[in-house]
């Protein structure tokens, strides 16, 4: 049973009971509506009230259900909260959790709504690429108003009760400790209403309050939100169809909001984000691991180094309620260490985000030490040294010495082998990966790196810490570089190549923003250090040293003393935070292609686009061959969450998808050929592109087991 139906004296009770969030499928719309249509049958019913015996209210539709049959199938959720509005009878919607998306559409639809506090009201649709399309985008502004609307809407983002109230969207809010507590008083209020003949309230019979709105209020709102939802398409719509509601009466505002649902609902944005909908919940799902697998505990974290990196890592646990052990080889650094993180706390005081209690509250949560002997109870040990192997496996030893058994031992390495690492310890069953991004308190990717001999156990463990810690995890396999940074090494290449070529470095970033990355390749290689990325080529050398011409401006640059941002010239001259192109570099690179007979030329934006995001494509087709990554969803995450890919494109994989792998084909292949001999090195496309391409199959549908 999805719905449990009971009445209490003249009131009918429907409880959703669909485990673990009411999502409104097929199934229990149906339930839904015969709950409903028994309700009003019955003489003796004065008043219906519609509640939860989860911990939600409900959490909207069924996404699983988008583009088939089902969700179109009667009762669809438009029709479901069509009839509930239409009722003779008071309905009152009890909501005591979350009422999200088609969740809360439905609570819009009855005449009552009252909440427990801490409830939460949302319409989150346009972080799938779509707008409500059950009657939100008409009846919110109808019981609300325009701001209210056009904000939940298109942000997504729910609202407290509190806020609830001041819209108009609550009638009451009951501040009962229990959900039982909470459906009696509902079916109190409910009986009241009945008592006191209170009136259906229909938003057919609402118009959206006119002073909440202006002849420019629309069009000045897209302006409001144009740098923040630049390449989505679903935020604009969200704000047309609440315009709709201003214009037209609730039936036709209604048929206006389907119209615009469908036409988001077709678009390669709403595919983009519904595929990293599903990607990030599949990520969890690791092929020949038991989900249910028994967790180890982890109360206590240590981190080695108290660098910007250990530091960071560290912050994750504290911001958490976790105790942090930081680690160094001298108080110096360790002093310097604490202190820079009290400093990072305390500027979130400054800005608002944190409290001075708050500030030392996790700051008590910080123990620093020199010892390792200082380590033996804690749970997890996060290694934040050097990049450099052989430091790397000493750590370990040490931490085999003296860590309890059961303790997970983690590195932080952003490219080398987690088996060597393992093997420097007698317990390769306790040792993975955990290569956190920079700044590693704000980033939310989390590569956990699957070693040959990783435990299960120990795996799942980190996995699920990595959402206490608020973190997307993705795990890969071992091999240089992982996922992330073996890929951004052919992008990368590519984004430096075409100024051999002819293109100017801002060309090159340019045309990488304009197609939506957060920073072009160039931006991002004087950000890191230009040393830091030949320092990366070298100890990747298998890759490169049969083309001398990869890398050769930035080796070049290093060479000069150019090492990017911290040296105030890298490829662009920095002033402050400004930067230009540099004629000496333009002459560098002139020279290079002199030398190595590369003919300079205009290359376009989409060459440039084209070479730089289908290598993320091409080298991510190697990665899922070789099963170091499970899945393409997997690899689009680490994209989008890790280096700044654009979410509405859904990832280098959802792109290539979206463009069709034969295109993808088909394009490498002109570069391949244009390209001359370096086209010929470079261009080949992987051979499970060209398998997939001919099958006419997308990556979404591989997965490696």
């Known amino acids: ?12 009770v429907i409880t959703l009971d669909l485990a673990p969030v009411n999502s409104l499928g097929l199934a229990l719309r149906k339930a839904i509506r015969d709950a409903y249509e028994s309700a009003t049958a019955d003489e003796n019913i004065k008043a219906i009230v519609i509640n939860s015996s989860q911990k939600v209210f409900c959490a909207g539709a069924d996404i699983t259900e988008f583009g088939t049959e089902q969700s179109f199938a009667d009762p669809s959720l438009p029709s479901l909260c069509d009839l509930i509005e239409a009722s003779a009878k008071p309905v009152v919607a009890a909501i005591n959790g979350m009422a999200l998306g088609g969740g809360l559409e439905l609570a819009l639809a009855a005449d009552y709504r009252v909440a427990k506090t801490g409830a939460k009201l949302g319409l989150p649709e346009v972080n799938l690429g779509i707008i409500p399309g059950a009657g939100g985008t008409q009846r919110l502004p109808r019981l609300a108003n325009v701001n209210v609307a056009l904000d939940m809407i298109t942000s997504g983002v729910p609202i407290n009760t509190d806020k609830a109230v001041e819209a108009g969207l609550l009638d009451k809010v009951y501040g009962v400790e229990t959900d039982e507590e909470f459906e009696t008083v509902a079916i109190e209020y409910a009986s009241t209403l009945a008592d006191l003949n209170a009136p259906v309230l229909s938003c057919e019979n609402l118009e959206v309050a006119a002073d909440s709105y202006s002849d420019d209020t629309f069009s000045a709102y897209k302006a409001k939100i144009a740098k923040k939802t630049a390449g989505y398409y679903a935020p604009n719509r969200c704000v047309d169809s609440v315009e709709a509601a201003t214009q037209l009466p609730l039936k036709e505002g209604l048929q206006r909001e389907a119209e615009i649902f469908q036409d988001c609902a077709d678009t390669p944005q709403a595919r983009a984000q519904q595929h990293l909908f599903f990607a990030e919940r599949a990520a ?3 092929p020949g691991v038991d989900r249910k697998v028994p967790l180890r505990d982890i109360k206590k974290v240590a981190v080695i180094g108290a ?5 960071g890592i560290a912050m994750n646990f504290a911001n ?3 105790p942090v052990t930081l680690l160094e080889i001298k108080k110096e650094f360790l002093d310097n260490g604490l202190a820079k993180v009290r400093q990072n706390y305390e500027i979130s005081a400054k800005r608002g985000r944190l409290t001075e209690a708050q500030v030392e509250e ?15 109870d804690v749970d997890l040990v996060i290694e934040a040294v050097f990049e450099n192997l052989d430091v790397k496996k000493e750590v370990f030893t040490e931490l085999d010495k003296v860590c309890k058994p059961g303790c997970i031992l983690a590195s932080n390495t952003s490219t080398l082998d987690v088996n060597e690492i393992a093997e420097a310890t007698s317990r390769p069953e306790d040792v993975l990966g955990l290569h956190f991004f920079s700044p590693a308190n704000v980033m939310k990717l989390l590569e956990v790196i699957r070693a040959d001999k990783t435990a299960d156990d120990a795996l799942m463990t980190t996995l699920k810490l990595a959402k206490t810690i608020k973190k997307v995890p993705v795990v890969v396999g071992v091999c240089y570089g992982f996922v992330g940074n073996r890929m951004v090494a052919p992008y990368s290449r590519e984004a430096f190549r ?3 070529e002819g293109a100017t470095p801002e060309q090159s970033d340019l045309a990488l923003t304009n197609f939506g990355m957060a920073m072009g390749a160039v931006s991002m290689g004087d950000m890191a250090g230009i040393d830091i990325g030949c320092m990366a080529a070298e100890a990747n050398r298998e890759t490169w040293e049969d083309d001398k011409t990869y890398q050769a401006l930035q080796f070049n640059l290093k060479d000069l003393g150019r090492l990017g941002q911290k040296t105030g010239r890298g490829v662009y001259i920095y002033e402050g935070r400004d930067k230009h192109n540099d004629p000496e570099v333009l002459e560098l690179a002139k020279a290079i292609a002199t030398e190595n007979n590369i003919e300079q030329r205009d290359v376009s934006e989409q060459e440039i686009v084209d070479r730089a995001i289908l290598m993320l494509a091409n080298e991510g087709a190697k990665i899922l061959d070789e099963g170091i990554a499970y899945r393409s969803g997997d690899i689009d995450l680490v994209y989008i969450y890790g280096y700044g890919f654009p979410a509405y494109r859904g990832g280098p994989m959802q792109y290539a998808d979206e463009l069709g792998l034969d295109e993808v084909v088909k394009r490498l292949k002109h570069y391949q050929q244009s390209l001359g001999e370096y086209g010929e090195r470079w261009f080949k496309p992987a051979p499970l592109l060209e398998r997939l391409a001919a099958e006419g199959k997308p990556f979404k549908d591989f997965q490696k087991m």
């Open 498 to 500: 075409v100024i051999l």
């Open 1 to 12: 049973m999805s719905v449990l139906y009971r009445t209490v004296d003249q009131v009918a």
């Open 307 to 311: 660098g910007t990196m250990g530091g």
């Open 320 to 322: 958490a309620g976790i």
């Open 362 to 376: 996790r700051m008590a949560l910080f123990t620093g030490t020199t010892s390792y002997a200082d380590l033996a």
């Open 284 to 286: 969890g799902v690791i």
